[in-house]
């Protein structure tokens, strides 16, 4: 179970993610994020990691895709500081 939770603020978009990102939810999340980015309007968008606590190999390669787009992803816990160290290190940004 994933719980999807939209922060909607005049200097940014926050989507809070809280569960597990596995299977059926990874397609839920992308979906969430594609409608977030649509309503930015130059604000920053950010992805709340902080109550997630199991990824899946597809959420993982999500979250490579959501951190290349820009949007940046915050996390709190030790498993899930490491994910993003992981993704950092496999899909480095080009700028």
Not at 34 to 63: C, M, P, Q
Not at 71 to 78: D, K, V, Y
């Amino acid at each position: 179970m994933l719980r999807i939770t939209v922060q909607d603020r005049p200097e940014q978009v926050t989507l809070k993610l809280e569960g597990q990102l596995i299977g059926a939810w990874v397609v839920e999340v992308e979906n969430a994020w594609r409608t977030a980015r649509a309503i930015l309007f130059g604000r920053s968008l950010y992805l709340d990691l902080n109550a997630v606590d199991h990824v899946d190999g597809a959420g993982k390669y999500l979250l490579a895709l959501i951190a290349c787009s820009g949007t940046r992803l915050m996390a709190s816990g030790p498993e899930m500081k490491d994910l993003l160290q992981a993704i950092a290190k496999e899909w480095p940004l080009h700028g």
